[in-house]
């Protein structure tokens, strides 16, 4: 079931609850409470799990660069591949390829993988900068520095960046950004923590984690409660959860 939907059955089954407040007694109240406040750690727990997970298998680009500065020293040669000699454009093809992200084999295909950053500036660490006419490409390293293999008598280098925007045809980023990725999940976080129509059932008062509605169709303390039984639909949170994660 999408987030959205099951979100609305939620909604659908707060109100249900809050129409039956009144016939509910303390006792099987608490009972329901207690056991939705003991589900809510799990679900807080197991809702940033399923977001930090991301496109490139939660690749970091300070990953990209740590696996770039193990090739520090290599020399470099035209067409090269591994620890022996490399290129440049073989330096991101082989330090991308052993974390998972598959990238063609030019500076002329390379200019094209991921998105594109708008300016240095904006440049964060794994970020690849390609000079103009596609003639050369470097890992950005954050602070100023990047990682690349120069030019024949050079070995692979971290060293300042020497580029400018006006040196520069594109920069791509191949992996997720990370404030992005948490900004775009954060509205659908909320939306299900922050359901309150629970609160006029008595021991359910400041109820935040609705998220962790895992077993409700269980609870032994509600069993006396005419109409609870809808609160079953609350189980399709819990296999959207599972399927998330």
Excluded at 107 to 114: K, L, T
Excluded at 146 to 174: K, M
């Amino acid at each position: 079931m999408p987030l959205v939907e099951a979100l609305g059955r939620i909604e659908e089954i707060t109100t249900q609850v809050s129409a039956l407040s009144a016939k509910t007694d303390a006792a099987a109240a608490a009972a329901f409470g207690d056991a939705l406040a003991a589900q809510s750690a799990v679900a807080a727990a197991a809702m940033p799990a399923v977001s930090s997970a991301g496109a490139s298998g939660g690749v970091t680009g300070e990953a990209i660069v740590a696996k770039a500065k193990e090739y520090l020293g290599v020399p470099y040669v035209l067409g090269g591949n591994d620890m022996s000699g490399i290129d440049c454009s073989g330096l991101v093809q082989q330090v991308l390829g052993s974390l998972g992200i598959d990238v063609p084999r030019r500076v002329s295909q390379q200019q094209s993988v991921g998105v594109e950053v708008p300016s240095l500036a904006e440049a964060q660490p794994g970020d690849l900068i390609v000079t103009h006419n596609a003639d050369h490409i470097v890992i950005y390293a954050g602070d100023g520095m990047i990682v690349h293999a120069p030019y024949e008598g050079r070995t692979v280098s971290f060293q300042p960046n020497y580029l400018s925007d006006g040196d520069i045809q594109t920069i791509r980023r191949v992996v997720p950004d990370a404030s992005a990725s948490a900004a775009a999940s954060a509205p659908a976080a909320a939306g299900v923590s922050g359901l309150s129509g629970l609160s006029g059932l008595t021991g359910l008062t400041g109820l935040t984690g609705v998220s962790g509605l895992t077993g409700a169709s269980g609870l032994t303390g509600a069993s006396g409660v005419s109409g609870l039984a809808d609160l079953v639909l609350a189980a399709q949170v819990q296999a959207l959860l599972r399927g998330a994660s």
